[in-house]
């Protein structure tokens, strides 16, 4: 039997006459070719040759018989006894055993005794009987020939005889090896003997022979390893003698059951002569779906042993990282206490040294006032004596002073003039400027705008034309899926059951470790909270101070001097720096402790933008009535002037903070151009996230409630100058919160850039000691009032 496979599609030939597949077919033999209605794999076919093609070819086989033995005779290495030896077995087990599996049982049985098994102490070579013999297998042969008589069944009773007979011998070696032990022992025993009795005897003597009995001792030591390792050698050699045996022993079966399989490949070319088509295809199909079990079964068990593995791998990995984060909070903890420890001791050392000083200042004190009680007196002496002196000198000095005087007051008002002049020129010419810059950025906003509308018509179609084709890519993976769907759910059916356990394991786990870490959560936000309320407590109850040290010292102009100082209004000291604890300016804006500027929260026009609602007295007040006078949030507002009542006339101007036009309860951060209305954050992201929308400008709202007139596109580049609707009151629409502008938009951004220049946006951002600015290109800047620096980027303190 042969099987060949086609080139073109993989299709098996199962060639039943031998030599008829060692020629391609012709036409004809093609044609009668029998199809199986099923197949050997999932995409090999297996085709029969019918019986009518086997009669032409019955000297061909003969001849490939003959052939096929000396080929198989070569490949396997079997001389001609042994394979005549070979014949008369198969022949006999084939007449006498009930299956298939009990002849290849007794040939392997049959070689194994006549293997030879080497004794390990003696050396020689015992040859274990043959179940049967030469003689009987060959009388067995001739009964079989002349088939008048049965084949005795002597087969159980050989072997039990067989095996008592190996068990017998085997023993006979067991015994003789152990006598050798034992004589071997003995004789470790005797000399172990006579050494320790002389040993005795060398005690008695030890002063006469010194060392003796130690080298003594080494050689017994050195006798017993030496036997120690003979022993060892013999139980490895009858190791390896043993191991020997069993690899013949395996050698010599597979050599018999490669030529079991290839007598039973040629018996089964004759048997198909007697049996029909139908049945041997059934059995070849049967055979194939029993492979492809056990094929399934295999691939089952890797896949769950490849799974156990990687189960292994991760929970070591992920005790790893526990034990390491365990370590690290450990030592976190240590360093915590040496710290604590170390700033302990630190802070006892400052505090002895500042008790130190107060002593010693103590005491410089006391000698201060006894030397100043003595220049007293003495400076009273000497300012009686100066004072006639100095009368009469003041007489001189302010006749000279008055013709000074004079003098410099001429040349002063003479360089005011021309300054005043020179400061004139630069305005105009700066005006000139200043409108030439607008009208370019107005043509560059307007081209800006145009390109973006042009790049979103031309992106729209290429989205649509890869949406298409987005959508046919997949209706085509739908297809497949559907396809590939139905062979995956025969093995998702089977692993069904084994998943839903597992699943059910691990939400257990997963459940368990959710609930743990809510609460962790939990706890971690409510200590956040109780923290960030201690700590904005703490900042309010700070910032009090603050601006309680800068309301007490006040900026003034001396007009003796020419220069500022600052006044003390409670112990009407006064200092020409200013005052580390700060001050409240001419403008009555307060510089703070830390430096930063801010209005005086505690003035009158603090108490309107932060007063609180006369209605619920919780929020605060975003509006206030001009009829009632009183002030409103939004909600109480809409309560106190309902619809059809008599307050729904009334009108309103807004106060305080700027609030959102779409919730009506957080403080407005972003102004939209587009939509001329305030929104906060979150409000604006989502009336501004897609559509048309997307593309508005906005402008950012200060938290003094100033609106800036400078507005940003979505991708945060500048979109040009704004003048905010009049939905808010004056007072949210001017540039330096005083005075409303009435004007067109030009003359706005003419008059914008002269206030930017000469005096900076007071609506600017002020962090700490820097503020914004802009220059004469329009350029915002950062400026620091304490050292006068400026800078383009922000500041990073």
Known sequence: MKLSKSSNKATYYIDLSYGCSQRPLDNSRQANLQVLPATFSASDDILFCPPSLLSECDIARREKEALDLVDIQNRLNITDKELSEFELELEYGVTNRKSSFRADYNLTENAENRLPIKSSNQGKKIELPSRRSTEKNVALGDKRKKKSVKSPKKDPTLKHGTRKRVSEMLRSELAKSMSNVRALSDAVKKDVASIQWMCRGLVKNEERYPGAQHRLKSWGTHQIVLATKYLILVAEANAYSRWKALMMVAREKEKRMKYLQYQGLRKLGHATHHVGIRYISGRWLRWGKVVLHYRKVERQRLEYKSAVIIQNLCRSVSAKIVAFYMKQLREIRSATF??????????????????????????????????????????????????????????????????????????FADKRRIFNAACNIQSLWRGIHGREKANARKLFVKRNNASIVIQAFVRGSLSTKKVKMLRLEAERLIVLQKRMSVKLQRAYRSHRKIVLTKLEMVTQVALARRKFRAAARIQSLFRGVQARVLFSAMMEEHFNIMVTNARRWQETWGEDVNCWYYYDTETEQTLWEPPASGYTKSDTRLVLQDGSVVDDPWSEQAEIVHAKCDDCDEAIATRQCDQCGDKYCSACYTRAHPKGGRRELHTYVHIGPIECEECSQKQAKKWCTMCDGPFCLSCFEKMHSRGYRSLHAYCNIYKSGNISPRAWGPDGSAAGMFVP??????????????????GDEEEFTEHEYDKFYEDGDPSGIYDGVWSTHYDEEGNAYYYNSETGESLYDYPDT
């Not at 949210?732 to 005083?738: C, E, I, S």
């Open 725 to 742: 609707g009049s939905t808010y009151d004056a007072g949210n629409n001017t540039m330096d919160g005083g005075e409303w502008y009435d």
């Open 338 to 411: 040496l710290q604590a420890f170390v700033r302990r001791i630190c802070a006892l050392r400052v505090y002895r040294t500042l008790q130190h000083e107060r002593k010693l200042r103590n005491a410089s004190v006391v000698i201060q006032c006894a030397y100043r009680c003595y220049h007293a007196l003495h400076s009273l002496y000497q300012l009686r004596v100066s004072r006639v002196r100095r009368n009469s000198s003041i007489d001189v000095q302010r006749l000279f002073r008055g013709m000074r005087g004079r003098k410099v007051a001429r040349t």
